[in-house]
C-alpha cells in the first residue's frame, strides 16, 4: 500500500505539493526544494560562474519561492514558473554584487577546489566545457546559458535582460567563439 | 556577395543566423556552398555547433551541501508588516471565509480526537481496568498486592460490582482470542475514523462547492483532477482493507490518502479568489 502513497504522489507532481506550500505548509516546501535543488542550483552556479554564489543564490531563490508561492496559479508548470524566478534572482543578485562579493572573497580558493571536485566525475569534454563557461564575460555568459543550456529564446532573454534581441544574438556568437578558443587551448 | 562566391567574411557575418536556423533559402544554400568548399569555416561551424549541442547536455550539478536548513531558517523569521494592509485588502473577508474558517476548526478538532485515540490505543497494550482488592480481603495496602493469578475482567466483575474501589489496578488481558479482539477493535477504530472523516469531508466539500465559482477555471481543474487521484487511492486502499482488515499497514495508508484529502479542500477553501 506504501506504492499507493507513492503512485498518487508521482501522479500528482508537484501539484499538491505546490498547494500545500502555498498554504504554509513547510514539509511540503521541503519536498519541492529536494526535487528542484540541483536543477536551480545548476541555474544559480552556472550563471554567476561560481559555485558558491550559486550556492548562495539557491537559497535566494527558494525563499523568494517561498514569499511567491502564493501568487503562483498554475498557468504554466510550476518548474518553468520556479526556473523562471531563478533567473530573475540571479540577475537581480547584481545590484547586490558588492555585498556578496565581500562574502566570497576569502572563499574563492576553496571555491576553486570545490569546482575542481564537482567537475571531476563528468567526461573530460564537459570538464572543459563547465570550466570554460564559467571563465566567460559576465554578460556573454549569462546568455549563453539562458540560451544554449537552459533553451531560451532570444527574445524572452531580451525581456529579461532589457536588452534587444539582437543584441543577444550578438552575445551569443562572441561567448560561442570565446569558448571555442578557450576549448582548443 | 553572391550565392556561388561568398567569402569568409561574409561567411562569418551569416553564422550566427546561420546556427539559428534562421537564414533565408538562398542565403543559406551559399553558406553550404562555402562550407563545402572552406576547410576553416568548415571546422569554425562544425565546433560551434558541438559547443551548442554540448552545453545543451550538460548534466545537473549539485550543490556542496544541503542548503535547506538556511533556507528553512530564513523562510522561519516571522515577518512583521511595516505598514497596515490598503483598505481594499481589509475589505476582503466575505462570508464564506467566516463559514471556512468554522468549518476548519470542527473538522480540525474531530480529526485530532480520532487521531489521539487511536494514538493512546495503540501505544498502551490493551488491558482491562478492575477494581482492586479491598479490606474485606483482609490486604493492608491493596495496591501493591500482587494477585495471585491474572484475573478477567469478566472473573472479577462477578459478586464485585456492589464493591466500592478503593484503589483501582491494571491487570492484563487474557491472550486467549486476542487476534478476535483486535480485528474488531480495528474494524470498530477504521468505521469511526471514515465516519468523521467522512463528516469534515463533506463539509469541506459543501465550501469547495460554492468557492469554486470565485476560483480560475483552471485552477478548478487541476484540484478536480487531483481529488480524482486521491479518490482512487482511497478506494485501492479501502478494498485492501476490506481483504486484510487488521493490517495497521493499510489502515495508515488510508488515513494517510484522506488526510490528503483533507488537506487539498482545506487548501481550496482558502484559495483567495481569483480576479
Request: glycine share 4%; proline share 4%; net charge neutral.
Amino acid at each position: 500500500m506504501a506504492a499507493v502513497s507513492n503512485a498518487v504522489r508521482v501522479a500528482m507532481g508537484d501539484s499538491a505539493d505546490v498547494a500545500l506550500a502555498a498554504a504554509g505548509d513547510r514539509l511540503a516546501f521541503e519536498r519541492l526544494y529536494r526535487m528542484h535543488a540541483n536543477r536551480v542550483f545548476s541555474i544559480c552556479a552556472r550563471m554567476s560562474g561560481s559555485r558558491v554564489k550559486g550556492e548562495e543564490l539557491t537559497q535566494d531563490v527558494f525563499v523568494r519561492t517561498w514569499e511567491k508561492l502564493p501568487q503562483f496559479r498554475g498557468e504554466s508548470a510550476f518548474s518553468t514558473w520556479l526556473h523562471r524566478l531563478a533567473v530573475n534572482v540571479v540577475l537581480n543578485a547584481r545590484k547586490t554584487e558588492g555585498k556578496l562579493a565581500s562574502r566570497t572573497e576569502q572563499s574563492d580558493v576553496e571555491d576553486d577546489r570545490r569546482d575542481e571536485m564537482a567537475r571531476a566525475p563528468l567526461h573530460i569534454e564537459r570538464m572543459d566545457l563547465a570550466a570554460a563557461i564559467s571563465k566567460l564575460p559576465e554578460g556573454a555568459r549569462k546568455i549563453f546559458v539562458l540560451h544554449d543550456v537552459e533553451g531560451y529564446k532570444h527574445e524572452e532573454i531580451a525581456e529579461m535582460m532589457g536588452i534587444t534581441s539582437g543584441g543577444s544574438k550578438a552575445q551569443l556568437h562572441r561567448a560561442r567563439l570565446l569558448l571555442r578558443e578557450a576549448l582548443e587551448r | 556577395m553572391t550565392n556561388s562566391n561568398m567569402t569568409c567574411e561574409e561567411f562569418d557575418a551569416a553564422l550566427p543566423d546561420y546556427l539559428e536556423g534562421t537564414l533565408d533559402e538562398s542565403l543559406r544554400a551559399a553558406v553550404q556552398k562555402h562550407l563545402s568548399e572552406c576547410v576553416r569555416c568548415a571546422s569554425l561551424a562544425r565546433d560551434l555547433e558541438k559547443i551548442r549541442k554540448d552545453a545543451a547536455a550538460l548534466p545537473d550539478m549539485a550543490p556542496s551541501r544541503d542548503l535547506w536548513q538556511g533556507i528553512e531558517a530564513r523562510i522561519a523569521a516571522p515577518v512583521i508588516p511595516l505598514a497596515a494592509r490598503p483598505e481594499r485588502q481589509r475589505r476582503f473577508a466575505p462570508a464564506w471565509m467566516g463559514v471556512a474558517a468554522a468549518a476548519l476548526i470542527v473538522s480540525t478538532a474531530g480529526i485530532t480526537y480520532v487521531l489521539t485515540a487511536r494514538s493512546l490505543d495503540r501505544s498502551s497494550p490493551r488491558v482491562a481496568v478492575v477494581p482492586a482488592a479491598t479490606q474485606t480481603r483482609g490486604d493492608s495496602d491493596s495496591s501493591t498486592a500482587e494477585p495471585s493469578a491474572p484475573q478477567t475482567a469478566a472473573e472479577v466483575g462477578k459478586g464485585n460490582s456492589r464493591q466500592a474501589p478503593a484503589v483501582s489496578r491494571v491487570v492484563k488481558a487474557e491472550p486467549t482470542g486476542r487476534d478476535a479482539i483486535d480485528a474488531r477493535f480495528a474494524a470498530q477504530d477504521q468505521e469511526h475514523s471514515e465516519y468523521v472523516y467522512g463528516k469534515e469531508i463533506e463539509k469541506l466539500q459543501q465550501i469547495m462547492a460554492t468557492r469554486k465559482t470565485q476560483l480560475d477555471s483552471s485552477t478548478v481543474a487541476i484540484i478536480e483532477r487531483n481529488l480524482q487521484i486521491i479518490d482512487a487511492a482511497i478506494a485501492q486502499s479501502k478494498a485492501a482493507l476490506a481483504r486484510d482488515p487488521r493490517s495497521r499497514l493499510l489502515s495508515g495508508q488510508l488515513t494517510h490518502a484522506l488526510d490528503k484529502k483533507v488537506e487539498l479542500l482545506r487548501t481550496v477553501a482558502l484559495l483567495p479568489a481569483s480576479t
